[in-house]
């Protein structure tokens, strides 16, 4: 029986040291990504934040169930108005999210009214 004890010890104890390691390598690239220093590993954090410039929100009631204009609209777009639309819609028992592309200010699929009035938003341009 002690030998069993003794050789699930070890195990754990190889386990353990193999989860720290691990853990310490995904820190490890986990800063290098925020500090924008990953080297062909997706996007980094200084390039996401520059190509955004400009953007519009609209908060609204989706459904008639919730109140508090929980659900919303942002779009995010370059100096080139292309970018992204994204629809968050709350209900009481579920949340739905929708994303459309804006390629050079078109939109890419149909709009909804707050859709348009977070991109008028996004343009500068009054509702």
Known sequence: MTIVLVILVIALI????YQHLRMTRLEKK??????GQATGEGPQME???????????YRYDAFDTVQGN????LVLLSDQYSGLILNSMQDKDSSHFYVKEVRK?????ALSKEEEIALSRAFGEEE
């Open 14 to 17: 190889v386990v353990s040291v």
């Open 30 to 35: 986990y800063r290098l990504l925020v500090r």
């Open 47 to 57: 390039n996401v934040q520059c190509y955004f410039s400009k953007y519009g929100i």
């Open 70 to 73: 929980l659900s919303f609209v």
């Open 105 to 109: 200010g078109e939109p890419q699929q």
